[in-house]
């Protein structure tokens, strides 16, 4: 191991200033992280046939992961195998991972098939196994622990932890007992993960006696300390159960385990002390944090933001805000969001549409989030001809990651029946020809609507048979009732 840390120690001080600059992960992100300008730069690394070294073709997998650039770490991992670079075990399992990502399951499948049997050990199938956990397939995760069991595949924490986490996903915590108990007659180690679903488990049976016994065991078995995430997870527990005062005891805990400063343990901190409605707290933390990190990110002022709206101090929200308006490097909408989304809960409209239109002015356009705000508010109002453009403005503009943006049952339903009260067959219409730009199929219950609305309305539609059958859609008994008068000539 020393010898392979001085070789690439060695092989790196040799390459150029210029290149340690331009190192490939930096050339990937240099226009930004999303999807599109990543895949660009990576099109243009791959058509330029660049040498790049093994250790930093994985570090950039490893950052596109973190991205959720599933596919651009996919595409450079295939790339590179094509280029004759060995691929480890280890680089093996992170592509099956990538491969189920972006592929599906059946194709993460089909590569594990391939694999030689040399590769298929404790890290393939892990990663196999992690994959159905996250898809909450827990017959073909059962089985393929079995397997492993079978093949006599060491178990280390990981695969219990992915089963347990499935379990807890499922609603079926009572199952995760028997595997603690197997984990200690197998005498595989817990780590802090499995202490955390294990008290996560016994919470959603509102045993909370049984949280406290697993942190003490955790104590006497004294292999494990117990860190930050553990008393974060302790304190949500009784947050959750409404036992305030504990909670605060979990946090003072936690606080004495964030000797590194981490950053997601001060959001928490901030966070789970807002839940339990100490706004003293709250500032305290804060002020910490800051001291910490001067150039504060702006993912704790909007979580501190939210905090402080959700505890009703919108004087102290709209303080961090100027605060963090005056200094960031990058106006992100959607801390501006948070704001816009308190002002429209107390009905101050204009404010929020102010600081919507300051907010485009600093080059933050407006998101799927902030629509959706104006949305509930106009829907609430009764508003339906300015919830539509909403909706449509929604659409357009989509969610950030590239996926489209679609409106939930409870909103179509809502706007259809209002059309249909109105007996508005064009304002249905075009409502039906903003969700097709939103979706590749319309519910049933859309077309059903709209045939009410024509019969409502005393409006014909001759091709309304021949539209049904093209889009596929099945009518109840009662609607093709009524198009015997919606389809005459």
């Known amino acids: ?62 950052k596109l992961r973190q991205r959720n650039r599933y596919y651009p770490a996919l595409k450079l991992s295939e790339t590179m195998a094509r280029r004759g670079m060995n691929m480890t075990v280890s680089d093996q399992a992170i592509h099956l991972d990538l491969v189920a990502k972006t592929r599906g399951i059946t194709a993460a499948e089909n590569y594990f098939i391939d694999l030689h049997e040399t590769s298929k050990n404790h890290l393939s199938y892990g990663a196999l196994l992690n994959c159905y956990c996250k898809e909450l397939m827990t017959e073909k995760a059962e089985a393929l622990v079995d397997k492993m069991k079978e093949l006599k595949i060491a178990l280390s924490s990981m695969p219990y932890n992915s089963l347990m986490t499935l379990y807890t996903k499922t609603g079926q915590p009572e199952k995760i007992p028997s595997i603690i108990q197997e984990m200690k007659a197998c005498d595989v180690m817990m780590d802090s993960y499995t202490y955390n679903v294990w008290m996560r488990a016994l919470a959603a049976v509102n045993d909370i006696s049984g949280v406290e016994r697993v942190i003490e065991e955790m104590k006497r078995d004294g292999r494990v ?41 001060f959001q928490f901190l901030i966070t789970l002390y807002g839940r339990t409605g100490n706004l003293l707290e709250v500032y305290r933390v804060w002020r910490s944090l800051r001291l910490a990190f001067p150039k504060t990110a702006n993912i704790s002022y909007l979580n501190m933001i939210q905090v402080l709206v959700n505890l009703k101090d919108l004087p102290g929200a709209e303080k961090c805000f100027r605060e963090w308006e005056s200094g960031c490097s990058t106006y992100d909408i959607r801390v501006a969001n948070v704001l816009i989304k ?26 799927a989030k902030t629509c959706e705000i104006f949305l509930d508010y106009y829907l609430k109002k009764g508003e339906f001809k300015l919830s539509v453009d909403c909706v449509a403005n929604a659409i357009s503009i989509g969610k950030g990651d590239g996926r489209k943006w679609v409106p939930s049952s409870d909103i179509i339903g809502m706007l259809m029946k209002h059309f249909e009260q109105e007996k508005d067959v064009d304002g249905a219409e075009d409502f039906v020809e903003i969700l097709k730009k939103a979706v590749d199929v319309v519910a049933v219950e859309v077309f059903e609507s709209l045939i009410r609305t024509y019969a409502a309305a005393g409006r014909t539609s001759p091709a309304m048979r021949h539209r049904l059958k093209m ?6 008994e009662a609607i093709k009732k009524l198009l015997e008068a919606v389809c005459v000539e």
């Open 471 to 476: 889009e596929n859609v099945e009518v109840s």
């Open 225 to 265: 300390a117990g860190d930050w995430t553990t008393y974060s997870n302790l304190a949500s527990i009784y947050v959750d159960a409404g036992l305030f005062e504990k909670a605060e005891r979990a946090l003072k805990e936690l606080e004495k385990r964030n000797a590194c400063k981490d950053l997601s343990a």
């Open 342 to 367: 308190a002002y429209v809960s107390e009905g101050l409209l204009e404010r929020a549409e102010e600081l919507k239109e300051r907010a485009r002015r600093r080059g933050a356009k407006p998101n």
């Open 1 to 62: 191991m020393a010898l392979q840390q001085f070789s690439r120690s060695k092989t790196v001080a040799k390459r150029s200033k210029k290149y340690l600059e331009e190192a490939l992960y930096k050339r990937l992100f240099k226009d930004g992280s999303s999807e599109v300008s990543v895949r660009h730069q990576l099109n243009q690394f791959i058509k330029s046939s660049k040498r790049v070294y093994k250790w930093e073709v994985g570090d950039t997998i490893k």
